[in-house]
């Protein structure tokens, strides 16, 4: 049986992940430490609440101490690292607690886990897996061949920048002093609870109250699109699999540009307005409510400063040495995921407004502090 700690497990990646990680390994621990940003929601752990091996500790990963104290309590062997500041528009007009947080708050973590596994160590097998993202490398030309594991790190925004010194600072700690380490790098990701922020949720939910879809520049960056269920279990196989001290490329070999991607959400919006008629009830203000393309609300707006023109990720490596593929196609995954929009609707109206506090409350009582 593993004990893992999951930080970040409340918010979208790190929620999915442990719904998974529940489904696929029931008889193991799952403690997660979250601090509850305007990004984390107790709300995306419901599905988990009853597991008995299930825990959830409200906390911030900068804490000094608090890692090591939960590491010990629960004998964790594993610890998968999601907790961070993650939207780059926000970084760009608040750097410093990207800083504080993906930075020193990372460094926090490995000196528990060196702390409490290398020098106290009981001698069981351990891992700490850090989630890492593809930004690192910096941005391609249309010609570029994708991102390998080797790509230099060129990192562009304060966030890629603070996602990047948090992948030295793991990869020290396994050259230094041979902590357990994997890191994995991975493409954009969308699916079920994602805060309504990054592209194609915020496009899905103005789309359903009328509202612009804001498209950055001249809607021709590029991003590779992973459905999240997908990276979970990339992250389950480097995790079980993976070569201690390596990192591996996660992506879905699907490059898009934004404008491509906008413009299937909106079609993907209309048909699901044609084959469900209650729907035009509960959105009025979608232009799909009066058969009038929602296409219609997409609006070019001033671009991000920096904006990287193109990510590609190669996936050889963990193809090659885990086997791992993608389950899901766009196509598919993006129907799913604007079906979970459209039916939980409660959730992203109260992450949104932050009422979404007073349902944990009421939820959970004195257990979310
Ligand atoms: P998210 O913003 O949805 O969730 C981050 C979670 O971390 C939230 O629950 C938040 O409350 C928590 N958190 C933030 N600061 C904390 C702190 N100081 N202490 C404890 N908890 C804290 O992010 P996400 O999209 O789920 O991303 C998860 C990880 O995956 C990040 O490390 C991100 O860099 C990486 N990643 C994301 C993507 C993507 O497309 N979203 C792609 C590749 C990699
Ligand atoms: P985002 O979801 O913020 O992810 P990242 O910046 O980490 O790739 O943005 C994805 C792409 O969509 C990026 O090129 C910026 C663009 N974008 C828009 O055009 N409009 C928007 O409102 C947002 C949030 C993003």
């Given at each position: 049986?593993?004990?893992?700690?999951v930080?970040?497990?409340?918010?979208f990646?790190?929620?999915?992940?442990v719904?998974?990680w529940v489904?696929?390994?029931?008889g193991d621990r799952?403690?997660?430490?979250d601090?509850?940003t305007?990004?984390?929601?107790l709300?995306?752990?419901e599905?988990?609440?009853?597991?008995?091996?299930?825990?959830?500790?409200h906390?911030?990963i900068?804490?000094p101490?608090?890692?090591e104290r939960?590491?010990?309590?629960?004998?964790?062997t594993?610890?998968?690292?999601?907790?961070?500041?993650s939207?780059?528009?926000?970084?760009?007009?608040?750097?410093?607690v990207f800083i504080?947080?993906?930075?020193?708050?990372?460094?926090?973590?490995?000196?528990?886990?060196?702390?409490?596994w290398?020098?106290e160590g009981?001698?069981?097998e351990?891992?700490?897996?850090?989630?890492?993202?593809?930004?690192?490398?910096?941005?391609?030309g249309?010609?570029d061949?994708p991102f390998?594991?080797?790509t230099p790190y060129?990192?562009?925004?304060p966030?890629?920048?603070?996602?990047?010194?948090?992948?030295?600072l793991?990869?020290?700690?396994?050259h230094?002093?041979?902590?357990?380490?994997?890191?994995?790098n991975c493409?954009?990701n969308?699916?079920?609870?994602q805060?309504?922020?990054?592209?194609?949720?915020?496009?899905?939910?103005?789309?359903?109250?009328g509202?612009?879809l804001p498209?950055?520049?001249d809607g021709?960056?590029?991003?590779d699109?992973?459905y999240?269920?997908?990276?979970?279990?990339?992250?389950?196989?480097?995790?079980l699999?993976?070569?201690v001290?390596?990192t591996?490329?996660?992506?879905?070999?699907?490059?898009?540009?934004?404008?491509?991607?906008?413009?299937?959400v909106c079609?993907?919006?209309?048909?699901?307005?044609?084959?469900?008629?209650?729907?035009?009830?509960?959105f009025?203000?979608?232009?799909?409510?009066?058969?009038?393309?929602t296409?219609?609300?997409?609006?070019?707006?001033?671009?991000r400063p920096?904006?990287?023109?193109?990510y590609?990720?190669d996936?050889a490596?963990?193809?090659?040495?885990?086997?791992?593929?993608?389950?899901?196609?766009?196509?598919?995954?993006?129907r799913?995921?604007v079906?979970?929009?459209?039916?939980?609707e409660?959730?992203w109206?109260?992450?949104?407004?932050?009422s979404?506090?007073?349902?944990?409350?009421?939820q959970y009582?004195?257990?979310a502090?």
């Amino acid at each position: 049986m593993a004990s893992l700690l999951v930080t970040g497990g409340a918010g979208f990646i790190g929620a999915n992940f442990v719904h998974h990680w529940v489904r696929a390994h029931p008889g193991d621990r799952v403690v997660v430490l979250d601090a509850l940003t305007y990004a984390g929601n107790l709300a995306s752990l419901e599905p988990v609440k009853a597991h008995p091996g299930f825990a959830f500790v409200h906390g911030d990963i900068r804490t000094p101490g608090l890692a090591e104290r939960l590491m010990r309590e629960h004998e964790v062997t594993l610890l998968v690292h999601f907790a961070a500041e993650s939207h780059v528009d926000r970084s760009i007009v608040g750097p410093d607690v990207f800083i504080e947080t993906n930075v020193a708050g990372t460094h926090e973590l490995l000196k528990a886990a060196q702390k409490v596994w290398l020098e106290e160590g009981s001698g069981a097998e351990v891992r700490f897996h850090h989630v890492s993202t593809d930004e690192v490398y910096g941005s391609l030309g249309p010609g570029d061949p994708p991102f390998t594991e080797t790509t230099p790190y060129a990192p562009n925004s304060p966030y890629a920048a603070s996602k990047a010194a948090s992948d030295h600072l793991v990869r020290a700690y396994h050259h230094t002093y041979g902590l357990p380490v994997t890191t994995s790098n991975c493409s954009n990701n969308y699916g079920p609870f994602q805060f309504p922020e990054k592209l194609i949720p915020l496009m899905l939910v103005n789309a359903l109250d009328g509202k612009p879809l804001p498209v950055y520049g001249d809607g021709l960056n590029i991003r590779d699109w992973l459905y999240v269920e997908d990276h979970c279990r990339a992250v389950e196989r480097v995790i079980l699999e993976g070569r201690v001290g390596e990192t591996y490329n996660i992506g879905g070999r699907n490059q898009s540009t934004n404008l491509e991607i906008v413009r299937l959400v909106c079609l993907q919006v209309d048909e699901a307005f044609r084959a469900d008629p209650d729907l035009s009830a509960r959105f009025p203000h979608c232009p799909a409510a009066a058969e009038r393309g929602t296409s219609n609300l997409i609006t070019f707006v001033r671009d991000r400063p920096g904006h990287d023109r193109r990510y590609a990720i190669d996936a050889a490596k963990i193809e090659r040495e885990l086997g791992f593929y993608p389950v899901e196609t766009f196509e598919t995954a993006l129907r799913k995921t604007v079906g979970w929009y459209l039916a939980n609707e409660p959730w992203w109206r109260a992450v949104m407004d932050g009422s979404y506090r007073d349902w944990v409350r009421h939820q959970y009582g004195a257990t979310a502090s």
